[in-house]
């Protein structure tokens, strides 16, 4: 976990709800036997089951979810696994940007969300770890 730099409480419950939203899609495909997708614009994240063509089956209600708009103001990027970038305000696609397996894993990625004073470093782990750094300008 991050330190908490003074005065800022936007970095912490950003880190700890996306850390409680992406530990509930993970529990949740391990639960049901279900792959999950994730996606995210520049003011709303979505989760959902898919079937075996990826295609989507239902939306999930993810209680930890909230919060992603209130980073709508900042920039945000998405590093998948192989090196892809894109800007969540500039992403319209209907692919999700994380899948998670009944197995415990997930295709794995960065996000990485532009505060004033620092960028937020989140790694999303294809192991299921997830851990958050801050880094200064």
Do not use: M
Request: hydrophobic share 30%; aromatic share 14%.
């Amino acid at each position: 976990r991050h330190t908490r730099l003074q005065g800022d409480w936007s970095s912490d419950v950003c880190s700890s709800d996306l850390n409680k939203s992406f530990n509930y899609l993970s529990e949740e495909s391990i639960i049901t036997g279900d792959v999950i997708g994730w996606h995210a614009n520049n003011d709303n994240q979505f989760s959902y089951f898919l079937d075996n063509e990826n295609q989507i089956l239902s939306k999930i209600e993810n209680p930890f979810s909230r919060n992603w708009q209130n980073l709508r103001n900042y920039k945000k990027t998405f590093r998948s696994s192989d090196g892809s970038e894109i800007d969540f305000e500039l992403y319209d696609s209907d692919i999700p940007l994380l899948v998670f397996y009944p197995s415990g894993e997930s295709s794995g990625g960065f996000i990485s969300i532009y505060f004033d004073e620092y960028i937020q470093k989140i790694e999303i782990n294809s192991n299921g770890n997830i851990t958050s750094q801050i880094i200064n300008y």
